[in-house]
Structures are given as structure tokens and as C-alpha cells.
């Protein structure tokens, strides 16, 4: 599975690359999505792309994410060579499972997939 998402200034959401998945893989995501987004509206946080950022992190009341640049260059490239294997991939998906799980605990996420 090779997918990437950005959120823009304006809070919008661009996902690239799933087009290509099985329909249940795209469901998957849209769902790790909606869990996301889900949290940074409860928590009110404030999405920050940052040039220095590998994953998802955050720091008080922002979320502070990889840029653009990151997610469709070395990462995107990377996660479509390699995949989890790769020690990035693996450090970013796995931010990214563990921000959207957060708040419900471990099974919030799992239970709808």
C-alpha cells in the first residue's frame, strides 16, 4: 500500500496515490483519514507542516506534520521501493496509526477497519 496525504493551509486534505489499492485498502485509509481528522477537530489542534518533520507529532495544540516536499519526494519514492521495511516508512505509517488511534484507545481504529 503506497499512499500519502497532505493538509493544506486552507484545511483541506489531499490524498495521493490510492487509486491504484484494492477497494478495502481504500476504505482502510479513508478511514485512518476520517479517525485523523476526527482528533485534530475534538482537540482543536492546528495542523503545522514543518520542513524538519519525519511523521506526525504533537506538541501541545499543534499537530506538526511532514511538508509537501518530504511526502512526495523521498518518502513517497521510498515507500514505493521498499515499503514498511524501510526504518522512515515504518516510523511515519506508524505515527500516523498512532495519532488516529489516540483518542479511543488501541482498538478505536482497528475495530472499524
Known sequence: ?????????????????????????????????EKAADRVRHEKLTVTPAKEMQIFEVVGDRLYVPDFEYLSGE???TSATEGV?????????????????????????????
Not at 498512532?98 to 483518542?103: D, E, L
Open 75 to 77: 518518502l513517497l519514492y
Open 1 to 33: 500500500m503506497v499512499f500519502c496525504f497532505d493538509v493544506h493551509n486552507l484545511g483541506t486534505v489531499e490524498i495521493r496515490c490510492i487509486d491504484s489499492n484494492y477497494p478495502l485498502v481504500i476504505l482502510a485509509v479513508i478511514t485512518l483519514l
Open 85 to 113: 521495511k524501510n526504518p522512515k516508512v515504518k516510523a511515519y505509517v506508524d505515527s500516523i496509526l498512532q495519532f488516529a488511534s489516540a483518542p479511543g484507545g488501541e482498538g478505536a481504529l482497528s475495530a472499524s477497519l
